[in-house]
């Protein structure tokens, strides 16, 4: 029997997979598809953990999905320990299939969870790409955009959502000095570093841009 596929589904939920960081990741209509941008913030992520090369440096990724940022920064980084987590079971359950296939599924602890909701411990770094997509922004979205996961691409009415509760709950879950990484959205930069310096917890420190010359991630680090 032929299998139907339906119009605008991405090509890489029909081929089931994806590259990223140089590996290899299933990808279905459970996890948001593992863009180059987002390569940046591996990239800085692992920066900052050369940095600290005289202890075990442990890492939380917030909103694992297909786990691309977090199984890349296991396969690049020595000396770390990493929880990655998701408030979506299946994204979760395709995250563990990725890590058993890149060969470090024993070295990831994942946990289903509503942001910080179920981790427990601080963390040197926290990592993140949050749904940053604001809601009037759906209707100008390609239809194979629209194909993945609504969880992963809806930020709230101006796409920042969930870097107020990122930033509102990350110092629970930081060692004194940590700092907080995340992917933001074109044109989300000045609101973003508002919302960072307004917690008058953390200094932002840098911006990176993406291969197209775009802001892309914000660094933040905790200064109390």
């Known amino acids: 029997m032929i299998k139907t596929i339906e119009p605008y589904t991405p090509l890489q939920y029909i ?9 290899s990741f299933i990808v279905n209509e459970h996890v948001l598809i593992p863009r180059p941008e987002t390569e940046v913030l591996v990239e800085t992520a692992l920066e900052l953990v050369k940095a600290t ?32 987590s998701d408030i979506s079971g299946n994204a979760i359950e395709t995250a563990k299939e990725n890590a058993r296939l890149n060969g470090v599924f024993e070295y990831i602890i994942f946990i289903k969870s509503d942001l910080f909701c179920g981790i427990e411990g601080k963390f040197d770094l926290i990592v993140s790409n949050p749904p940053y997509i604001a809601r009037r922004e759906f209707e100008t979205l390609q239809k194979e955009v629209l194909k993945e996961p609504v969880l992963a691409l809806d930020g709230g009415i101006d796409g920042l959502d969930f870097y107020r509760r990122i930033f509102a709950g990350a110092l629970k879950h930081l060692t004194p000095g940590g700092y907080c990484i995340a992917e933001i959205g074109f044109g989300q930069l000045p609101a973003i570093k508002k919302i960072i310096e307004n917690t008058n917890e953390f200094k932002f420190t840098e911006t990176r841009t ?7 991630v914000v660094v933040a680090q905790w200064i109390n």
């Open 15 to 23: 081929m089931g997979k994806e590259k990223f960081f140089d590996l």
């Open 53 to 84: 090369t005289d202890r075990e440096c442990s890492i939380l990724d917030l909103g694992t999905g297909s786990g691309n940022i977090a199984i890349s920064l296991t396969k690049n980084a020595l000396n770390c320990r990493i929880v990655a």
């Open 210 to 216: 993406d291969q197209y010359g775009i802001d892309r």
